[in-house]
């Protein structure tokens, strides 16, 4: 089935809608808390303005929170929730198998999420099919360095390769036990997924398959034939990540 984007409701003004979702879903507490400047994610938003500053776009695995332009952004995810925390998506389907025509987006924006997904060569596949020519992918990704990754060896191109060759499913486990040992077993697992037994945290894509810095993901981008527009290794106001944008 593909979906129609001409059925799809925008948010009239873009950002109001991430404060009344964090109110209804989290409380006042957290609502009060997210006002704050700081959290408001004015670094990152500007970078996507500059870099989309018009056009229709799509978000690959929101999750609980966007830094889109929500006004002209479709907010997707694969699941309805992540960890214990309910998805603001309005579509939902996985992102190796978009349900929307080729060149139909201006942007695909993702933050956080290719390392949970299991072939990420196959999903950007889908990503740059999906994107008008000269349209840009905006990935914000957590830096192996600053996260609980830091125990874990970098993933080369060619086993991306490898990957995307076996045609490994979304819930593949090869790196499930080394993920284990470096994260898990050195106190490093997230609180969020703590509940979750091993092939609940395959099927509920929670691990991190794969880790990387900028480095990797820019040559990635280049090996898809995208042409690089910015390598950040630093997004200062998520200080466990870095950006790469690139243009098809
Ligand atoms: C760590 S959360 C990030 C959520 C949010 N973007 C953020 O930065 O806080 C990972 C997200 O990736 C989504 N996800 C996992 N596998 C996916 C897939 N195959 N396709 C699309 N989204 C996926 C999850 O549902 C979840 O929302
Ligand atoms: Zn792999």
Redesign the pocket.
């Known amino acids: 089935m593909v979906n129609n984007l001409s059925d799809y409701t925008f948010e009239k003004v873009d950002f109001l809608h991430y404060f009344r979702t964090l109110l209804k879903d989290r409380g006042h507490k957290a609502f009060y808390q997210f006002l704050n400047r700081a959290h408001r994610r004015s670094f990152s938003r500007k970078k996507i303005q500059q870099f989309a500053p018009q056009g229709v776009g799509l978000e690959?695995?929101?999750?609980?929170?966007t830094i889109s332009p929500t006004n002209r952004t479709v907010l997707s995810?694969?699941?309805s929730s992540?960890g214990v925390q309910g998805?603001i998506a309005k579509v939902f389907f996985?992102?190796?198998k978009i349900p929307y025509e080729s060149e139909t987006f201006q942007f695909v924006l993702?933050?956080?999420?290719l390392e949970?997904?299991a072939n990420p060569i196959k999903?950007l596949k889908e990503w740059i099919r999906v994107l008008k020519k000269g349209g840009v992918i905006i990935c914000f990704l957590p830096h192996k360095e600053r996260t609980n990754d830091r125990f874990r060896q970098t993933t080369p191109l060619s086993h991306l390769i490898e990957d995307y060759e076996k045609d490994v499913p979304?819930n593949d486990d090869t790196h499930l036990e080394e993920w284990f040992q470096n994260v898990v077993q050195k106190d490093l697992m997230p609180e969020h997924y703590k509940h979750l037994d091993k092939q609940q945290l395959l099927d509920s894509?929670s691990i991190h398959h794969h880790v990387w810095t900028e480095i990797e993901i820019a040559q990635l981008f280049e090996h898809l034939g995208l042409k690089i527009l910015l390598v950040d290794p630093r997004v200062y106001d998520r200080r466990d990540s870095f950006l790469v944008i690139a243009q098809k």
């Open positions: 690959i695995g929101c999750g609980s929170r995810d694969a699941f992540h998805s996985k992102g190796d993702s933050e956080h999420v949970h997904i999903a979304y894509a």
